[in-house]
């Protein structure tokens, strides 16, 4: 069964250094998401992207986030200068969405720890 | 602004019995609502969409109702086994126009005893 996959699944960087996130969300599908859940927290939407652009963003993606689809299959997100606050799970989800049915696929998660 | 409340404490069930969980949401009137499965360390794994217009969707063990008017639903799983032990996520797309954006509740804890 297709599925999301992210890399790496754990990353530890120390605060104000610039990290990359990557994902290969499934192939056929045109929508992408990432979400963060701090420990123990709800998981929050951070932003989605559709036909290379950001379609809509929270409050938490500031200018320190910016996301990319540098080729056909992968897409990141990049936090440029690390806080300890940044220190979460990372997912990213995929979906395909027709009509106002929209199922999101996510992938394992990549554990952030700043340090 | 959108709150959705799921049980905040465990729910601690013997195998074999049923187990209810239950979401209730404020302050919109979403399309749909959909259920997610999170393992420990794990993303989210979708498990059940119910429009608003559906009282009741089943999948297997599975059932979800949707109240619109107390804008509530109900998960159920019925036969329960120790696998089915994980956080249980309740999610609503977000208000407002052409968003895809989930929102999802904070989740309950389910642990089946053998």
């Known amino acids: 069964e297709p599925e999301v996959t992210q890399t790496p699944s754990h990353q530890v960087t120390q605060m104000g250094q610039e990290v990359i996130l990557r994902c290969v969300p499934i192939s056929n599908h045109l929508y992408f998401y990432w979400y963060r859940q701090i420990l123990g927290q709800k998981v929050e939407f951070l932003v989605s992207?559709?036909?290379?652009?950001?379609?809509?963003k929270s409050e938490i993606f500031d200018d320190q986030f910016s996301v990319e689809r540098p080729d056909g299959s992968n897409f990141t997100l990049k936090i440029r200068s690390t806080k300890l606050e940044d220190s979460a799970m990372y997912f990213c989800?995929?979906?395909?969405?027709?009509?106002?049915?929209?199922?999101?696929?996510f992938g394992a998660g990549t554990r952030l720890s700043v340090l | 602004s959108q709150k959705i409340e799921q049980n905040s404490e465990a729910l601690n069930i013997q195998e074999g019995k049923t187990a209810t969980l239950t979401c209730n949401y404020t302050n919109y009137s979403p399309a749909y609502l959909q259920w997610y499965r999170q393992d420990p360390g794990r993303g989210p794994v979708f498990l059940l969409l119910?429009?608003?217009?559906?009282k009741e969707k089943r999948k297997e063990r599975l059932k979800v109702t949707f109240d619109t008017t107390l804008k509530q639903s109900l998960f159920h799983i019925t036969a329960s086994q120790p696998a089915d032990s994980a956080t249980y996520l309740c999610a609503l797309l977000g208000f407002g126009g052409a968003t895809n954006k989930l929102i999802f509740g904070t989740g309950t804890l389910l642990a089946v005893q053998p």
């Open positions: 119910i429009r608003e217009n559906e």
């Open positions: 989800a995929s979906s395909v969405v027709y009509g106002n049915k929209n199922i999101q696929y």
């Open positions: 992207f559709y036909n290379n652009e950001i379609s809509e």
